[in-house]
């Protein structure tokens, strides 16, 4: 093989477990040793050196790796969020999560492996020149910025690998998550604000509103089966998660200076959009592949669910999960699960052979319960 390339997203690593002198109800990664042993596996033995040399192998973070958005400022979260804001946020993450920064860095310090990273939805931070020089100095052997080891990118929405294989985080077919690469910052009055998606504004100000009274809000697919199960079994607070939802798309979708837009013909528009908001993105990653010969093998992450289907015509689409707890309403995975995914993939002869994997890991003698 020619290089090896590891594909990983939504982990959202955000304060820690312990933030605040407190226990923080809003930390959703809890496998840093885990995420430690990979990294070391893929950079030692038959993936260090081989006869030929160092063996080279990139590990592309595809997207909401961190996760801003669960990260407060004081107890609150805010969605005016400046370069300060961000950079208080990014500060926090990385002192939450010293071991896998150190694995990072200790990864980058071997010849061959190098770090390459792709905005989602929920790391819309990295849009700020000053919080991805806070990673790259992280994650740099040296400290240094630019670096030849680490590469932050935040100019487009997907990366063509070569081989047949092209990796997109998938937000951008969410019409609710979708960024603005042409206009990620807008202004108000001297400040320059992140142009937040609706999806950010519904995470800040209703998700982590009412996750202190119901941990699990944010881990359920799909929406539409929580909602028809919670109007029977849990009606009150349904209907006011129902009308905190209403609300502030409301706010967000025409009032908002984020994403202002008036008129009748606009708002028939927005509301008809909104309604595809947590689709299965199966349907654009085919589409994506029948429009591109050239690519073979596309790679989403975000909506959590992971997949690896290979299509008769012999093209295939991945998605690489999440390291997150999830618990699915749905047949096909019904039940609260873990899922350590992440796409392999190997280049041989300037093609891309790729597939899904699950990291099973080291158990210890004991973890912290319900994790």
């Known amino acids: 093989m020619d290089k090896v390339i590891l594909v990983i997203s939504d982990c959202h690593l955000s304060a820690g477990r312990f933030f605040e002198n407190r226990l923080n109800p809003h930390e959703d990664f809890n496998f840093d040793e885990d995420m430690?042993?990979?990294?070391?596996?893929?950079?030692?033995?038959?993936?260090?050196?081989?006869?030929?040399?160092?063996?080279?192998?990139?590990?592309?973070?595809?997207?909401?790796?961190?996760?801003?958005?669960?990260?407060?400022?004081?107890?609150?979260?805010?969605?005016?969020?400046?370069?300060?804001?961000?950079?208080?946020?990014?500060?926090?993450?990385?002192?939450?999560?010293?071991?896998?920064?150190?694995?990072?860095?200790?990864?980058?310090?071997?010849?061959?492996?190098?770090?390459?990273?792709?905005?989602?939805?929920?790391?819309?931070?990295?849009?700020?020149?000053?919080?991805?020089?806070?990673?790259?100095?992280?994650?740099?052997?040296?400290?240094?910025?630019?670096?030849?080891?680490?590469?932050?990118?935040?100019?487009?929405?997907?990366?063509?690998?070569?081989?047949?294989?092209?990796?997109?985080?998938?937000?951008?077919?969410?019409?609710?998550?979708?960024?603005?690469?042409?206009?990620?910052?807008?202004?108000?009055?001297?400040?320059?604000?992140?142009?937040?998606?609706?999806?950010?504004?519904?995470?800040?100000?209703?998700?982590?509103?009412?996750?202190?009274?119901?941990?699990?809000?944010?881990?359920?697919?799909?929406?539409?089966?929580?909602?028809?199960?919670?109007?029977?079994?849990d009606p009150l607070f349904t209907f006011r998660y129902m009308f905190l939802s209403a609300f502030y798309f409301v706010a967000t979708r025409l009032t908002s200076p984020f994403r202002a837009k008036r008129g009748l013909r606009n708002v028939i528009e927005i509301l008809r959009e909104e309604l595809n908001v947590f689709q299965d993105l199966e349907r654009p990653a085919r589409k994506l592949l029948d429009e591109n010969p050239e690519i073979r093998t596309i790679i989403f992450g975000h909506t959590h669910r992971p997949m690896d289907r290979i299509y008769p015509d012999g093209k295939q689409y991945i998605n690489t999960g999440t390291w997150t707890k999830m618990i699915d309403l749905d047949w096909r995975g019904l039940g609260q699960q873990f899922r350590r995914t992440f796409a392999y993939v190997e280049i041989k002869d300037g093609v891309a052979n790729c597939e899904l994997r699950e990291w099973v890991g080291f158990r210890g003698p004991h973890k912290t319960f319900g994790r």
């Open 36 to 233: 430690c042993d990979l990294i070391e596996h893929f950079s030692t033995g038959r993936y260090g050196s081989d006869e030929k040399g160092p063996v080279e192998v990139e590990l592309f973070i595809d997207g909401d790796f961190f996760d801003f958005l669960n990260v407060p400022i004081r107890g609150e979260f805010i969605d005016a969020i400046t370069e300060e804001v961000s950079t208080y946020k990014i500060d926090a993450i990385l002192k939450g999560h010293p071991k896998v920064m150190s694995a990072f860095r200790r990864f980058c310090t071997l010849p061959g492996k190098s770090i390459s990273y792709l905005i989602g939805n929920h790391d819309a931070d990295l849009f700020f020149p000053a919080v991805r020089e806070r990673i790259i100095r992280a994650w740099d052997p040296e400290g240094a910025f630019p670096s030849s080891k680490v590469t932050l990118i935040a100019d487009r929405d997907r990366v063509a690998m070569g081989g047949g294989l092209e990796i997109h985080h998938g937000n951008q077919w969410e019409p609710g998550n979708e960024l603005d690469f042409a206009r990620p910052f807008v202004e108000r009055g001297e400040k320059k604000l992140l142009n937040l998606p609706w999806g950010s504004i519904y995470v800040l100000k209703i998700i982590n509103r009412l996750k202190t009274e119901r941990d699990y809000l944010d881990k359920i697919r799909p929406i539409k089966a929580f909602l028809f199960f919670g109007i029977i079994f």
